[in-house]
């Protein structure tokens, strides 16, 4: 403590010494002579339990100056008394009075806030009336206030009594007992504890360090400089002599300036590294782009730091890795509280003990990070103190801008606050949300906490508030919130706020699940209040005694007021500047708010009773927010004022809107979709400044418009009864994007659609009406997606190979689309192009093999066309991905695709007509041909699939299935080359799957961006499977048996570096569509140890048949040794195991019941590869 307040404390302590002595002299001197006093002189002995009586303002010094006080009192062994020491279950004001009473000396410590508290003033009015009754000595001290405010009530004192004389309009006199008693104690002789004062020493203290700071860089022991700036020969020194200077902890840009000056004046090349806690601090000083904000640690390194601390040199077990997750998330990445927190856990014996900890921890924050944070708080100045406490109670998590509102409306200054506690690193904004590291709010809470229940500035717990409501004490609460679901689990039926006169700020949550609450007994809050937010208020009206005329904001959603009774005429809402009773579904008429001239923001949606707006809605100049939607029977609506920005009328039930709404230029959010009886819109010229999206989306009723928002980018317009675009919307330039699904009505477009320059997307699909694609008369050079599928299109103009940037044509059930130009083929752009669904689309035009445009198209889709024969060029081309020919009547498809070197995926099924398929290319992962009964004849592929073997290798492809299931006629040899096939097939991606886990290690030696080696077990995830009729495994499997199990003897050097894994196959009769086939591989080893790993394959197209009479082959290869059950048996296991026994089973999902009949298991090495590859050429 500073020298002014140790010699204040020595001088208390002094005067109390001297008068507890004088005392004990008069009352013995009062004893020895009472027998010859007169009998009307009554001098009652003195019985007194404490010596002195502090009275203080808790939240200002409680941690300060009274604290010293207090012990420097009681180790002079001079019985104090301070407001925590009354006995547990006293009464707590007549204990507080008796207390008084029965000191001798009264200590009155008077500080900024000491007249906002009615407790300090009723206790300021009995000290001195014991002073006036029985001498009682009284002591003032000023504390960072001046004597004179107090005395006349000026400055933060005079701002308290004007709150005060509000709140006790009723009882003036009391206000005036503590305007006397403040005047009469500032009048009698006391100290002045000054905080200017302090700053001196401060000063003195700076003096010092820079004296220190410049005689170090210098080498001078000795340099003494007293003066504020630095001397010009100390600079002249300063600007040849190269320094590191690092300022730790700078709280004023003074600092700044006194220690180190200007940074030029340094020898160049000189570093000063300044740390802050305040980021607008630096930002007065130095340049902004060399201010670094130093972030918390990553995940992995805060991990490493905890570990550190909280296991010292012992070795961490798998148990404990994912408590210390925990805890890390906890603290997210500051090292101090890591330091702290890994410190606390270093005792922890058991998981059971470190969960009591971290619980412990979050209910009762270790005192050294509190101290440690509370630094930047203590910094703040009183308006940023007061809302980082409202944040810390209440706004975590909420809006920016809400909370910046409900700030304001409480009187603080919202925006800048803000700001400064983002600077000071103690809030930050994500995604418009203020955030609030939790050991910063509990912080925040517990510095409230430090006051008793009832002295407490704010309440955020349905206990406290249970608590404070029913002792009837709580005039210091400024704001509550909670949970009145809680509190209905305590029984409390009265809600007297009315006590609570400087409360300002209430809001009431509850539980959306349960009933409305019904308050039985009374409900009255005070006129202070500015702030009230309470869903499901259980009133239709606010309290009749209860004068709004400070309020400013008013939430009651989910309520059942009905509108009218929510307030009474005497109830006048001047101040209000937002209401909301959003869901208040018996609300049927919008309770008086002609006289709410202020108001800026009304939320009305989804009251569904509401049947009408006033007209006097229009006088509301400053309304800037007004939302309806969901307002379901609201009919009309008045005209809107001029200064409306935020308009929301979706889901109403409106015919037509205001004429004059079409003119308000300051709208810029404007919302009527799914007014499903909106007929017109105003025929004015359009001046909304509304941007990006305009959706008429849900219209049914709107036939017609004329104009929209020039700066419209999206027009969805899905829905409506349109039968055509205005020629208008040609002059909405900014167009984007145009949704017209669904409109039912729409025949055409206008042509001059083509000239909206920046039109990238149109939508026409399910237009069923819409029959005559525009002519494109000149190239379109931005509309990137077209889609007009289930229109009534029958033929597309040949001008449509205009459109050069189209990206993606969708046709598809398009059922009259007949004729499709040749033109199509120069849409070098298309990557995209769907057909499928064309039922009467039967031909194709003809296209060469060296087809110079569709250079770009990546997926084709003809299923469920009448096409016959598909064109050469069209499947082989270099950049097709994606093939679809799902029930096309094709009978066969062109050798040249073989040529499509890209192509991955090619389906087939139920090609009814199809009777043969041609050697395919080499990298086709995905092959669908279950249900082509004609299907007799399949090329051999393994020429290409030999020769592509490398560049299989690195094409990084995971999954390959060939379904051939429901081909009743496949012959032998068609048969045989599938079966063949797939030995190649697995063998190929086995290798593939152990070059990717080389090559994964690999990297993760040196690189770790690659994402797709480092994923997990990805390698786990290889699969090829092959399906066909049959009723053979086939014979490259060389251990076989019949039924649904196998068991092999393994050779003793069977699990090599060059073992690839099990190859598996399965013959099924009756075959379901759907089935999951299990299977469970049974080690045992010659040590006698054994171990099981289960797996399960299952895809209702992979493994499904549309014959449950069939006889189905299942070949399938997947690296089990890759999954998570397999990675824990070690490897050592492996090497010792003599036998493995397979069972497979099935699991049905049909009345059909599935019996693996065969099974077989092929060992795959990799020097096999090289026998297979040599004997397929």
Same mark, same amino acid.
């Given at each position: 403590m500073e020298f002014l307040g140790c010699f204040l404390v020595f001088i208390i302590i002094i005067m109390t010494l001297f008068y507890m002595g004088f005392r004990s002299f008069t009352s013995s001197s009062s004893s020895s002579t009472s027998s010859v006093a007169p009998a009307d002189i009554d001098i009652p002995p003195l019985q007194e339990k404490y010596d002195v009586f502090i009275s203080f303002r808790g939240k200002d010094t409680r941690r300060t100056f009274t604290s010293h006080l207090y012990h420097a009192l009681c180790g002079k062994k001079i019985e104090t008394y301070i407001d925590y020491r009354l006995v547990r279950g006293d009464e707590i004001v007549p204990a507080l009075l008796e207390a008084i009473k029965r000191s001798a000396i009264s200590v009155i410590i008077f500080s900024e806030n000491y007249a906002s508290s009615t407790w300090c003033l009723d206790e300021l009015v009995h000290i001195l009336e014991c002073k006036q009754k029985s001498g009682q000595l009284v002591i003032p001290i000023f504390y960072?206030?001046?004597?004179s405010n107090v005395r006349k009530q000026q400055g933060s004192y005079a701002l308290a009594f004007r709150h005060?004389?509000?709140?006790?309009?009723?009882?003036?006199?009391?206000?005036?007992?503590?305007?006397?008693?403040?005047?009469?104690?500032?009048?009698?002789?006391?100290?002045?504890?000054?905080?200017?004062?302090?700053?001196?020493?401060?000063?003195?203290?700076?003096?010092?360090?820079?004296?220190?700071?410049?005689?170090?860089?210098?080498?001078?022991?000795?340099?003494?400089i007293d003066t504020p700036s630095i001397p010009p020969i100390t600079r002249y020194r300063l600007s040849s002599t190269k320094a590191l200077i690092v300022l730790d902890d700078v709280n004023a840009p003074s600092q700044l300036e006194f220690l180190v000056g200007h940074h030029d004046q340094f020898c160049q090349g000189s570093r000063i590294i300044i740390t802050a806690r305040d980021k607008?601090?630096?930002?007065?000083?130095?340049?902004?782009?060399?201010?670094?904000?130093?972030?918390?640690?990553?995940?992995?390194?805060?991990?490493q730091l905890f570990h550190s601390h909280a296991f010292?040199?012992?070795?961490?077990?798998?148990?404990?890795?994912?408590?210390?997750?925990?805890?890390?998330?906890?603290?997210?990445?500051?090292?101090?509280?890591?330091?702290?927190?890994?410190?606390?856990?270093?005792?922890?014996?058991?998981?059971?003990?470190?969960?009591?900890?971290?619980?412990?921890?979050?209910?009762?924050?270790?005192?050294?990070?509190?101290?440690?944070?509370?630094?930047?708080?203590?910094?703040?100045?009183?308006?940023?103190?007061?809302?980082?406490?409202?944040?810390?109670?209440?706004?975590?998590?909420?809006?920016?801008?809400?909370?910046?509102?409900?700030?304001d409306g409480c009187g603080f200054c919202g925006e800048v606050g803000i700001k400064v506690l983002i600077d000071r690193s103690l809030i930050s904004i994500s995604k418009g949300r203020i955030e609030m590291h939790d050991l910063v709010q509990e912080m925040g809470r517990a510095i409230v906490c430090e006051q008793r229940i009832e002295e407490r500035s704010r309440l955020f717990t349905a206990r406290d508030v249970y608590q404070v409501l029913n002792n009837q004490r709580a005039a210091t609460v400024q704001a509550i919130s909670f949970d009145w679901s809680e509190i209905e689990k305590l029984n409390l039926n009265d809600a007297d706020f009315k006590k609570m006169y400087q409360l300002r700020w209430l809001r009431v949550g509850y539980s959306w699940f349960l009933e409305h609450h019904i308050l039985i007994g009374s409900l009255d809050l005070p006129n202070y209040l500015s702030y009230l937010n309470w869903e499901r208020y259980p009133l239709q009206s606010l309290p009749s005694k209860f004068s709004p005329v400070n309020l400013v904001e008013l939430r009651l959603p989910y309520s059942q007021v009905t509108g009218s009774q929510l307030w009474n005429e005497e109830q006048k809402l001047i101040n209000l500047?937002?209401?909301?009773?959003?869901?208040?579904?018996?609300?049927?008429?919008?309770p008086n708010l002609s006289r709410s001239l202020k108001i800026v923001h009304i939320d009305l949606r989804g009251c569904v009773s509401l049947v009408e707006i006033p007209s006097y809605f229009q006088t509301l100049h400053k309304l800037t927010y007004l939302e309806l939607g969901g307002c379901t029977n609201l009919k009309n609506l008045p005209e809107i004022p001029c200064n409306v920005e935020f308009l929301d009328l979706s889901k109403t039930a409106i015919k037509e809107l205001p004429s004059t709404v079409w003119s308000h230029k300051k709208i810029t959010y404007f919302d009527i979709t799914n007014c499903k009886f909106l007929e017109r819109l105003p025929s004015r010229s359009c001046k909304l400044n509304v941007s990006g999206t305009f959706s008429l989306e849900g219209c049914a009723s709107l036939c017609e418009f004329s104009e929209l928002p020039k700066n419209t980018t999206v027009l969805d317009l899905r829905g409506t009864t349109i039968k055509e675009l205005p020629s208008s919307i040609e002059f909405v330039s900014s167009l984007t994007t145009i949704k017209l699904e669904a409109c039912k009505s729409l025949v055409s477009l206008p042509t001059n659609i083509w000239r909206l320059k920046s039109l990238e997307s149109l939508d026409l699909s399910?237009?069923?009406?819409?029959?005559?694609?525009?002519?494109?008369?000149?190239?379109?050079?931005? $509309? !990137?997606? /077209? =889609? @007009? &599928?289930?229109?009534?299109?029958? *033929?597309? %103009?040949?001008s449509i190979g205009n459109l050069v940037a189209l990206r993606k044509l969708d046709l598809h059930v398009c059922k009259n689309l007949e004729v499709v130009p040749n033109s199509i083929y120069n849409l070098s752009n298309?990557?995209?192009?769907?057909?499928?669904?064309?039922?009467?689309?039967?031909?194709?035009?003809?296209?060469?093999?060296?087809?110079?445009?569709?250079?770009? $198209? !990546?997926? /084709? =889709? @003809? &299923?469920?066309?009448?096409?016959? *024969?598909? %064109?050469?060029?069209?499947?082989?081309?270099?950049?097709?991905?994606?093939?679809?020919?799902?029930k096309a009547k094709i009978k066969s498809i062109p050798v040249s695709i073989k040529q499509a070197a890209e192509l991955s995926c090619l389906f087939l099924s139920d090609c009814k007509n199809l009777e043969s398929l041609p050697e395919l290319p080499p990298l086709l992962q995905h092959l669908e041909a279950g249900g082509c009964t004609s299907l007799k004849t399949v090329s051999s592929s393994s020429t290409a699939l030999t020769q592509c073997w490398d560049d299989y290798i690195f094409s990084r492809r995971l999954h390959e299935k060939h379904i051939f299931s429901s081909c009743p006629n496949l012959d032998q040899n068609a048969r045989s080359n599938i079966m063949a096939d797939a030995q190649l097939r697995i063998m190929r991606m086995a290798i593939a799957s152990s070059k990717f886990k080389e090559e994964k290690i690999e990297r993760a030696s040196y690189d770790s961006d690659d994402e797709f080696f480092m994923q997990e077990s990805f390698c786990g995830r290889c699969l090829v499977a092959i399906k066909c009729p049959g009723y053979d495994i086939p014979n490259w499997f060389s251990h076989q048996s019949e039924g649904s199990s196998i068991k092999i003897q393994l050779p003793p050097d069977w699990f090599s570096t060059d073992f690839l894994g099990f190859s598996l196959s399965l013959v099924v009769a009756y075959a379901p569509l759907y089935m999951k086939i299990r299977w469970k591989y049974s080690f045992k080893a010659s040590n006698g140890e054994s171990h099981e790993i289960k797996k399960n394959l299952y895809n209702p197209y992979l493994f499904g048949s549309s014959f449950q009479d069939s006889h189905e082959v299942f070949v399938w290869w997947y690296n089990v040794f890759e999954v998570a059950e397999a990675a824990q048996i070690p490897t050592a296991f492996y090497k010792l195991v003599t036998e493995v026994y397979i069972d497979f089973s099935i699991d049905k999902y049909s009345t059909y019941r599935p019996i693996p009949e065969k099974c077989g298991v092929c060992l795959l090495y990799g020097e096999d590869a090289k026998i297979i590859k040599q004997r397929a050429l």
């Amino acid at each position: 403590m500073e020298f002014l307040g140790c010699f204040l404390v020595f001088i208390i302590i002094i005067m109390t010494l001297f008068y507890m002595g004088f005392r004990s002299f008069t009352s013995s001197s009062s004893s020895s002579t009472s027998s010859v006093a007169p009998a009307d002189i009554d001098i009652p002995p003195l019985q007194e339990k404490y010596d002195v009586f502090i009275s203080f303002r808790g939240k200002d010094t409680r941690r300060t100056f009274t604290s010293h006080l207090y012990h420097a009192l009681c180790g002079k062994k001079i019985e104090t008394y301070i407001d925590y020491r009354l006995v547990r279950g006293d009464e707590i004001v007549p204990a507080l009075l008796e207390a008084i009473k029965r000191s001798a000396i009264s200590v009155i410590i008077f500080s900024e806030n000491y007249a906002s508290s009615t407790w300090c003033l009723d206790e300021l009015v009995h000290i001195l009336e014991c002073k006036q009754k029985s001498g009682q000595l009284v002591i003032p001290i000023f504390y960072d206030i001046s004597p004179s405010n107090v005395r006349k009530q000026q400055g933060s004192y005079a701002l308290a009594f004007r709150h005060l004389e509000k709140c006790f309009r009723d009882s003036i006199d009391k206000v005036h007992k503590w305007r006397a008693a403040l005047t009469e104690a500032a009048s009698l002789s006391g100290f002045d504890y000054s905080e200017k004062k302090r700053k001196s020493e401060q000063t003195d203290g700076l003096n010092q360090l820079r004296n220190k700071l410049l005689g170090e860089i210098l080498k001078e022991k000795d340099l003494n400089i007293d003066t504020p700036s630095i001397p010009p020969i100390t600079r002249y020194r300063l600007s040849s002599t190269k320094a590191l200077i690092v300022l730790d902890d700078v709280n004023a840009p003074s600092q700044l300036e006194f220690l180190v000056g200007h940074h030029d004046q340094f020898c160049q090349g000189s570093r000063i590294i300044i740390t802050a806690r305040d980021k607008g601090l630096l930002e007065q000083k130095v340049d902004h782009d060399k201010i670094y904000k130093v972030e918390g640690l990553s995940s992995e390194e805060a991990l490493q730091l905890f570990h550190s601390h909280a296991f010292r040199n012992k070795s961490l077990t798998t148990d404990y890795t994912e408590l210390s997750r925990k805890v890390v998330d906890y603290i997210e990445g500051i090292p101090l509280a890591l330091k702290v927190m890994g410190s606390l856990f270093l005792g922890c014996k058991s998981k059971q003990e470190w969960e009591d900890q971290l619980n412990k921890l979050k209910r009762f924050p270790s005192e050294e990070i509190k101290k440690a944070l509370r630094v930047s708080y203590d910094g703040l100045e009183e308006n940023e103190k007061e809302i980082f406490l409202d944040i810390a109670c209440f706004h975590k998590g909420y809006s920016r801008n809400y909370v910046k509102e409900s700030l304001d409306g409480c009187g603080f200054c919202g925006e800048v606050g803000i700001k400064v506690l983002i600077d000071r690193s103690l809030i930050s904004i994500s995604k418009g949300r203020i955030e609030m590291h939790d050991l910063v709010q509990e912080m925040g809470r517990a510095i409230v906490c430090e006051q008793r229940i009832e002295e407490r500035s704010r309440l955020f717990t349905a206990r406290d508030v249970y608590q404070v409501l029913n002792n009837q004490r709580a005039a210091t609460v400024q704001a509550i919130s909670f949970d009145w679901s809680e509190i209905e689990k305590l029984n409390l039926n009265d809600a007297d706020f009315k006590k609570m006169y400087q409360l300002r700020w209430l809001r009431v949550g509850y539980s959306w699940f349960l009933e409305h609450h019904i308050l039985i007994g009374s409900l009255d809050l005070p006129n202070y209040l500015s702030y009230l937010n309470w869903e499901r208020y259980p009133l239709q009206s606010l309290p009749s005694k209860f004068s709004p005329v400070n309020l400013v904001e008013l939430r009651l959603p989910y309520s059942q007021v009905t509108g009218s009774q929510l307030w009474n005429e005497e109830q006048k809402l001047i101040n209000l500047k937002v209401i909301s009773l959003r869901f208040c579904e018996y609300l049927t008429e919008v309770p008086n708010l002609s006289r709410s001239l202020k108001i800026v923001h009304i939320d009305l949606r989804g009251c569904v009773s509401l049947v009408e707006i006033p007209s006097y809605f229009q006088t509301l100049h400053k309304l800037t927010y007004l939302e309806l939607g969901g307002c379901t029977n609201l009919k009309n609506l008045p005209e809107i004022p001029c200064n409306v920005e935020f308009l929301d009328l979706s889901k109403t039930a409106i015919k037509e809107l205001p004429s004059t709404v079409w003119s308000h230029k300051k709208i810029t959010y404007f919302d009527i979709t799914n007014c499903k009886f909106l007929e017109r819109l105003p025929s004015r010229s359009c001046k909304l400044n509304v941007s990006g999206t305009f959706s008429l989306e849900g219209c049914a009723s709107l036939c017609e418009f004329s104009e929209l928002p020039k700066n419209t980018t999206v027009l969805d317009l899905r829905g409506t009864t349109i039968k055509e675009l205005p020629s208008s919307i040609e002059f909405v330039s900014s167009l984007t994007t145009i949704k017209l699904e669904a409109c039912k009505s729409l025949v055409s477009l206008p042509t001059n659609i083509w000239r909206l320059k920046s039109l990238e997307s149109l939508d026409l699909s399910r237009c069923s009406k819409f029959q005559y694609f525009p002519e494109v008369s000149e190239p379109v050079e931005h $509309l !990137e997606f /077209l =889609n @007009l &599928s289930g229109t009534a299109v029958k *033929e597309l %103009p040949p001008s449509i190979g205009n459109l050069v940037a189209l990206r993606k044509l969708d046709l598809h059930v398009c059922k009259n689309l007949e004729v499709v130009p040749n033109s199509i083929y120069n849409l070098s752009n298309l990557k995209t192009l769907r057909f499928d669904g064309c039922s009467e689309l039967k031909k194709l035009p003809p296209v060469s093999v060296d087809l110079v445009g569709l250079l770009s $198209l !990546e997926a /084709l =889709n @003809l &299923s469920y066309c009448s096409i016959e *024969e598909i %064109p050469d060029g069209l499947v082989c081309l270099t950049s097709l991905q994606e093939l679809n020919l799902n029930k096309a009547k094709i009978k066969s498809i062109p050798v040249s695709i073989k040529q499509a070197a890209e192509l991955s995926c090619l389906f087939l099924s139920d090609c009814k007509n199809l009777e043969s398929l041609p050697e395919l290319p080499p990298l086709l992962q995905h092959l669908e041909a279950g249900g082509c009964t004609s299907l007799k004849t399949v090329s051999s592929s393994s020429t290409a699939l030999t020769q592509c073997w490398d560049d299989y290798i690195f094409s990084r492809r995971l999954h390959e299935k060939h379904i051939f299931s429901s081909c009743p006629n496949l012959d032998q040899n068609a048969r045989s080359n599938i079966m063949a096939d797939a030995q190649l097939r697995i063998m190929r991606m086995a290798i593939a799957s152990s070059k990717f886990k080389e090559e994964k290690i690999e990297r993760a030696s040196y690189d770790s961006d690659d994402e797709f080696f480092m994923q997990e077990s990805f390698c786990g995830r290889c699969l090829v499977a092959i399906k066909c009729p049959g009723y053979d495994i086939p014979n490259w499997f060389s251990h076989q048996s019949e039924g649904s199990s196998i068991k092999i003897q393994l050779p003793p050097d069977w699990f090599s570096t060059d073992f690839l894994g099990f190859s598996l196959s399965l013959v099924v009769a009756y075959a379901p569509l759907y089935m999951k086939i299990r299977w469970k591989y049974s080690f045992k080893a010659s040590n006698g140890e054994s171990h099981e790993i289960k797996k399960n394959l299952y895809n209702p197209y992979l493994f499904g048949s549309s014959f449950q009479d069939s006889h189905e082959v299942f070949v399938w290869w997947y690296n089990v040794f890759e999954v998570a059950e397999a990675a824990q048996i070690p490897t050592a296991f492996y090497k010792l195991v003599t036998e493995v026994y397979i069972d497979f089973s099935i699991d049905k999902y049909s009345t059909y019941r599935p019996i693996p009949e065969k099974c077989g298991v092929c060992l795959l090495y990799g020097e096999d590869a090289k026998i297979i590859k040599q004997r397929a050429l």
